[in-house]
């Protein structure tokens, strides 16, 4: 064991990798809740038969996790930084980051955070507008929010120190639910907890075939209640840690590796899958299938059919052409809400001719809170017809005179697709007069700025603004190119007319041709 290893093990006042395993007593605890009110034959079905058993699923697993683990920044700053609080605090962004979020799409953002603000006070001490620019393009505002107020209450109330156990995070911080609790008490500070999100759900359910809805919130608490009682007291972080990456790397949603899997011989969904195609195999050499089913298998739940709360529910047959990802079971996806929104890309030049865009700031709560946008207006259903006079009459603010209709250039369309809104906006174009939108517009609006295209890509704007912006200069490019040929070819005509004449006449003679030509036979 490393000497930082060690020293974090005893400043946590929990006992690390002693040589010994420890039986934590809150894993009994947790144990006992799992084991109750099950009969025995579903505990060890949808559970695990014994603590033997428990013991060599996390020895498999960890002993895989140490070979093949990702190399991420946040698991090195868990693992090298020897000050608890620090540490905490590079888990909690990853974890934060890392909600709804690709890895591969945090690792930037994580690596640029960590520079700029690498101390809890340091973030602290940043403003909203610093958080939100960071943030700009990795979605789901809120969360940088809600980090940057958590650091302050942390530093203004707590003297600094992060909440050293799962239910304090969750209890104190904004934004800290079960799952994020748990992960930083377990990988920061040692906590012997377990955790549940996608990647763990998907995992512990093909492991002990559950096929129940996972969104049921008795199913929910039943893989809580396993997870905790998986999670391995010695290395609690790191086993945590295994599960998810087992279920980002090997055991994912629609093609899960089996063949690598460190816990294959754990898994009761493979095991189903190896019996369906056993049992297939034998009918198609003729041996009656009900002959095959009469012999009872140990690795089916001994509940009668249908009437057990985590099967495959009796509507959902096996199907085997998902194998096993059978489970988890699908939940019906909830449509996303549609929503059209007019914008526009309102321009002026006045510093050396430059181009300068107008930006709003969006109010501070709900969708995108903070962030800036081109001046926007949700339009309401029915109200699409409109859409250009609702924008000309909600630019007058900004222009400071009435815009007319006929001044609006329409762009185009972009479709943006949130979590829970299929959002198309309409994007129009109105460049202004030299009169118009001048500076004292600024003092007179404060929650507008004019910006250059550089100062706008790194303000806090939304990936849907970034598109909208993108679909503005195609369409200008487009415009010029199509000026640009259109003046081309008024000056070919204007010198070439006999070359005109020629390509007409030929392509008349092509024509005739093609008439006078022998036709295919059939
Ligand atoms: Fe997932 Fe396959 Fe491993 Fe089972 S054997 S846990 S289904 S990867
Ligand atoms: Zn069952």
Redesign the pocket.
């Known amino acids: 064991m490393s000497k930082i290893r060690m020293a974090r093990s005893s400043k946590r006042g929990i006992q690390h990798g002693t040589g010994k395993r420890q039986k934590s007593p809150r894993k009994r605890e947790e144990s006992v809740i799992l084991y109750k009110g099950l009969p025995s034959q579903q505990f060890s079905f949808h559970t695990f038969s014994s603590e033997v058993e428990i013991e060599t699923f996390q020895k498999r697993l960890l002993a895989w996790y140490n070979k093949c683990k990702r190399d991420l920044p946040w698991r090195k700053l868990a693992t090298t930084e020897a000050d608890a609080d620090r540490r905490a605090y590079a888990v909690w962004v990853s974890e934060i980051m890392l909600q709804q979020t690709q890895v591969a799409s945090v690792i930037n953002y994580y690596n640029r955070w960590m520079l700029k603000w690498p101390t809890l006070q340091n973030l602290a001490g940043a403003s909203l507008e610093e958080v939100n620019e960071l943030w700009a393009g990795l979605g789901y505002y809120s969360r940088g929010k809600r980090l940057q107020e958590g650091a302050r209450k942390i530093v203004s109330e707590m003297a600094g120190h992060m909440p050293r156990t799962a239910e304090e995070l969750q209890k104190l911080l904004p934004g800290v639910g079960k799952y994020t609790a748990g992960a930083i008490a377990s990988i920061a500070f040692g906590q012997v907890t377990g955790v549940v999100d996608g990647n763990v759900i ?2 512990l359910c ?2 002990r075939a559950i096929g129940a809805d996972p969104t049921n919130s008795a199913v929910t608490d039943r893989l809580w209640a396993l997870s905790h009682a998986l999670v391995d007291p010695a290395h609690p972080g790191d086993f945590n840690q295994a599960m998810m990456e ?2 980002a790397t ?3 949603p629609r093609a ?3 063949t ?5 011989q ?5 095991r189903r ?1 190896e019996k369906e195609l056993k049992d297939s195999t034998k009918r198609l050499i003729g041996r009656s299938a009900s002959k095959c089913s009469q012999v009872l298998d140990v690795e089916e739940c001994a509940s009668p059919a249908g009437c057990c709360s985590l099967c495959l529910p009796p509507s959902e047959l096996w199907d085997p052409s998902l ?3 059978n ?1 988890p079971r699908k939940t019906a996806k909830k449509q996303p809400r549609i929503e059209n929104t007019a914008t526009c890309v309102l321009q002026r030049r006045c510093h050396e001719d430059k181009p300068e865009y107008l930006i709003v700031q969006r109010p501070c709560t709900g969708l995108l809170a903070g962030l800036w946008e081109f001046p926007s207006i949700l339009l309401c259903p029915g109200q699409e017809k409109q859409h250009k006079a609702t924008m000309a009459k909600h630019l007058q603010a900004w222009v400071g005179s009435d815009v007319a209709v006929g001044r609006l250039q329409h762009v185009g369309e972009v479709l943006h697709i949130f979590s829970h809104i299929r959002q198309t906006y309409t994007i129009y174009f109105l460049n202004l007069d030299k009169h118009e939108g001048n500076c004292k517009m600024e003092s007179a609006l404060p929650l507008c700025r004019w910006v250059t295209k550089s100062e706008f890509q790194n303000s806090a704007v939304s990936t849907a603004m970034k598109k909208v912006l993108k679909a503005y200069e195609k369409w200008r490019s487009t415009i010029s190119v199509s000026k640009v040929t259109k003046r081309k070819r008024d000056s070919l005509c204007a010198s070439e007319p006999a070359l005109e004449a020629d390509r007409s006449s030929s392509k008349r003679q092509l024509s005739l041709d093609s008439f006078l030509a022998p036709q295919p036979k059939n």
């Open positions: 998907r995992v093909r492991i087992l279920g090997v055991c994912t899960p590796l089996c690598e899997c460190p816990v294959r754990h898994c009761r969904a493979h899958m194998g096993v990802t489970f």
